[in-house]
């Protein structure tokens, strides 16, 4: 590598100040600094420094969301290549290499998409603010085509990642300074202004919506809902048929043989790109509690938010939503990606040890709650964090003012 | 009386370079120094002039505002030059040394017979006082105060640190001749900590308290929250170990011991060991053809809190060790020994290294490199696990960065010194230099709040 670190330093004149291209420093210096650790000592202060910094921690939520994309890219495959064969039921495991290449058809233009106009922005802002790329985008450059239904217009996803780069973060000073999570900020942006392109059931399933534009009945009966989207709808269906009130606990007896727990476990179900697979997100879990990474106080007390509250509603009861079993509600509808990958947001969580504990909680409870009581925004978990995004400095400001009154009482006492 | 107190929060940093339990002797330094700007805040008053010659224990500056606290001279001998910066600030004053070494005699009696205005008086005129710093502001101790104790370590916690029992083996006597004196002082209120079955459990007239557990458990601030914490409006006072023993040495002789020991280590160091020296003595002196590179940082202090020097500085007034790591001046390939290489090499408190694999006996030869750029805080929670007090490091850091004063107050500025976050500062993703922050946030308070 000793003739990529000379050419670095023969093209380093040219980027600094004063040099020909003095302009482009900061993108000169990204290129630099990602190929080689640069050679800053410490000049104030502790005279060593611990090996990490946040390249290295960025790029491990990236490895950890590896499986999630992975997985994301077959599913796609999958469900692409069962609109066109017009079988919902088309065997899983089959062609696995055709729908592997089918689903990176589908996925990767999106990834480009999220990355390219992102760190663009970014590399602009940079430029302005004469500062190298911080390395933030790079986790949620990944994430945002994750959350995406698989038929998203490519110019959506642009704008949406616009929108969540400039108004979710450069405009509050970049990296480390942003209120809610950016890549939730690009689809909730979506969500409220293209509603169609993001809910209902033409979205989720690659190609369908064009299909049923072409000839709607060559897909008659073919539900692209998600597994949430499709729960009311089998009350429905079911009671025109009948003629009669159907039971709910019927309507989630057909649900669940519809969506098994395995299969909605596994992510065998339609959803965004990289939600589906609970089992995926967990791989992913696994890797940011190991390296310290992910708060697991968050992951466990979220999770244990959504539970009670899906035991709560379970005692209501009364129709399918309440009446599904909560642990239901924990494998579907990306609450575990929520869980896993955006609540654990470290700039728009809770920063305290124990406020990450209510954050989290609170985060899993209202996400539920949404889902349920509100069937209009099915995907409940996005909402719900961000709206524990806003509340986060409201939790974490009692908790240290409670360290406060701790030492005031100290002071009275004395 | 005795208590303990665990510190399970903290951190080990294994390095390379520990002192082999040698003491060997060094000849005082041709010149040695007495610098300002080794006491934070301090604005000297010369007393001397070049040229004129001195003795051990003769005053040199006092401090201008406080005209009690008096800064003495190491080693007698002649003023040789006054080294003055931009403005006229005094940086150094360097004393040339004569073979003599005469002292200033100073009129002791049993500490017994002392009262407690004599022995501020012997200390405040011997130019001893400078040694006792207080908290808050960790400046020079103002003796017109009242302090709610004395605290000593009777340990260092700190990587390469040296081992005080080890040093005061032979001067256990005066170490208890100090306390006494600094008993008179404080009346009764000295706090000792120590670890269990050292010596210095042994000591009279203190309040022991063991301390087990990872540094910083021997860092002052530490053990002063865990003992009896600092609330606006008061003082606690802090000494090191081997002053102790100097005060104990000046109520035998009427002398000032103008030397100390300290540790020399360090993975550039070919034979760490202990070293008798004079105060301020000059570093090459102490370290001739002792260091292995070229390519090497300094530190007078340990590597956590300690100031860079060049091979022809001297060694701080508080510093009782000398640390030489090598400089991390160079490009590291991301994929080898860079941001993204496996790092076994580098030692990491999170578990982004396999460092925590690694058997807790493996001993790691760390640079100055930052191993990364600035960054602002995204990673939370890892302060905390480094920072034994009931302190929010990460929310009082920002406060200090942004010169909120009641922030600082309510957050608890008024128990910490720089050294305190030194930890935070090495485990820090961010690479802040979070000490320099805190003193800066602690130079507020005083300007504005004391």
């Known amino acids: 590598m000793k003739f990529l670190e000379k050419y670095l330093h023969k093209m380093e004149p040219h980027f600094i100040k004063g040099g020909k291209y003095e302009k482009w420093n900061p993108l000169f210096e990204t290129m630099a600094t990602f190929a080689f650790t640069p050679k800053l000592v410490t000049t104030k202060g502790s005279h060593i420094r611990d090996g990490v910094d946040l390249k290295r921690t960025m790029m491990t939520v990236i490895l950890a969301l590896i499986p999630c994309l992975i997985f994301g890219i077959y599913n796609t495959g999958h469900w692409e290549m069962a609109v066109s064969e017009t079988n919902r039921n088309l065997p899983y495991f089959d062609a696995m290499g055709a729908k592997f290449l089918t689903g990176l058809g589908i996925v990767m233009p999106v990834v480009i998409v999220s990355y390219g106009v992102g760190l663009g922005i970014e590399f602009l802002f940079g430029m302005i603010r004469g500062h190298s790329l911080h390395e933030g985008f790079l986790v949620s450059g990944m994430l945002i085509p994750l959350t995406m239904p698989a038929d998203v217009p490519l110019w959506m996803v642009g704008l949406a990642t616009a929108f969540a780069v400039i108004i979710g973060k450069e405009i509050f000073g970049g990296t480390g300074m942003n209120v809610v999570n950016i890549a939730l900020t690009a689809r909730a942006f979506l969500f409220f202004a293209y509603p169609t392109s993001m809910s209902g059931d033409k979205v989720w399933m690659s190609g369908l919506g064009d299909k049923m534009a072409a000839n709607p009945e060559s897909v008659d009966g073919f539900s692209g809902a998600t597994a949430l989207g499709d729960l009311a709808s089998f009350m429905s269906d079911k009671a025109s048929v009948a003629g009669e009130v159907v039971q709910s606990n019927v309507a989630v007896q057909s649900f669940s043989s519809e969506y098994t727990a395995w299969e909605s476990f596994a992510g065998m179900i339609p959803g965004s790109i990289g939600e589906t697979s609970t089992m995926a997100c967990l791989l992913g879990a696994l890797v940011l509690v190991l390296t310290g990474v992910g708060s697991l106080r968050i992951i466990l007390s979220f999770f244990a938010g959504g539970f009670i509250m899906g035991l709560l509603l379970n005692a209501i009861g009364g129709n399918p939503y309440l009446d599904l079993p909560a642990y239901y509600h924990l494998i579907i509808g990306g609450f575990a990606f929520g869980a896993i990958f955006m609540a654990t947001d470290p700039v728009t969580a809770s920063q305290t040890a124990n406020g990450k504990i209510i954050y989290g909680f609170l985060g899993g409870f209202l996400a539920i709650m949404i889902r349920v009581l509100n069937p209009a925004y099915p995907e409940g978990v996005f909402l719900a964090i961000l709206f524990m995004n806003i509340m986060a400095p409201i939790i974490d400001h009692y908790i240290v003012q409670g360290n406060i009154n701790r030492r005031l009482k100290r002071l009275k006492t004395t | ?450």
Request: proline letters at 4%; hydrophobic letters at 35%; aromatic letters at 8%.
């Open chain 2, 1 to 450: 009386m005795s208590n303990t107190i665990s510190i399970r929060k903290g951190l080990n940093i294994r390095l390379v370079g520990e002192s082999t339990k040698e003491i060997k002797d060094i000849p005082v330094s041709n010149t040695v120094c007495l610098s300002p700007l080794d006491f934070h805040g301090l604005i000297p008053k010369l007393v001397i002039k070049e040229g004129e010659s001195v003795q051990v224990g003769d005053v040199i500056f006092h401090d201008k505002k406080n005209e009690r606290i008096k800064f003495v001279s190491p080693t007698s001998g002649k003023i040789k030059q006054i080294v003055r910066a931009e403005k006229r600030k005094i940086v150094q004053i360097l004393i040339e040394s004569d073979s003599k070494q005469t002292c200033k005699k100073f009129e002791v009696k049993k500490v017994a017979d002392t009262s407690k205005e004599e022995v501020l008086d012997l200390l405040l005129n011997s130019g001893i006082w400078p040694s006792i710093k207080q908290r808050p502001l960790d400046i020079v101790a103002d003796p017109s105060n009242e302090p709610k104790g004395i605290f000593i370590s009777s340990f260092d916690s700190s990587p390469l640190a040296p081992d005080y029992s080890f040093i005061l083996k032979e001067k256990m006597d005066q170490v208890q001749i100090g306390l006494n004196a600094l008993n008179q002082l404080a009346s009764g209120k000295i706090h000792l900590s120590s670890r269990k079955n050292s010596d210095f459990t042994k000591m009279q007239n203190v309040i022991h308290h063991n301390v087990d557990g990872i540094h910083p458990a021997g860092n002052i601030g530490t053990q002063i929250h865990h003992i009896n914490p600092v609330n606006k409006g008061e003082f606690a006072w802090s000494i090191n170990i081997q002053d102790v023993a100097a005060i104990g040495q000046l109520f035998e002789t009427g002398c000032l011991d103008g030397k100390k020991c300290i540790a020399v280590g360090g993975s550039e160091i070919k034979h760490p060991a202990y070293y008798n020296i004079h105060s301020g003595s000059l570093l090459s002196d102490i370290l001739k053809d002792n260091v292995v590179g070229e390519n090497v940082r300094y530190i007078s202090g340990n590597v956590l809190t300690g100031d860079q020097k060049s091979a022809n500085g001297y060694i701080g007034f508080y510093h009782n060790q000398i640390t030489v790591i090598p400089e991390g001046n160079e490009y590291k390939f991301f994929l080898t020994k860079g941001w993204l290489g496996l790092g076994f090499d580098k030692f990491s408190n999170s578990r982004l290294f396999p460092t925590f694999l690694l058997p807790k006996s493996k001993r790691f030869t760390l640079d100055t490199n930052t191993n990364g750029e600035e960054r602002a805080f995204v990673v939370t929670g890892e302060l905390e696990k480094v920072f034994p007090f009931d302190i929010l490091p990460m929310h009082l850091t920002k406060a200090a960065i942004t010169e909120d004063i009641d922030g600082m107050e309510n957050l608890g500025i008024y128990e910490v010194a720089p050294e305190d976050f030194a930890l935070c500062e090495y485990v820090c993703t961010t690479k802040i230099n979070i000490q320099e922050k805190i003193r800066h946030g602690l130079d507020l308070i005083a300007s504005e709040c004391m």
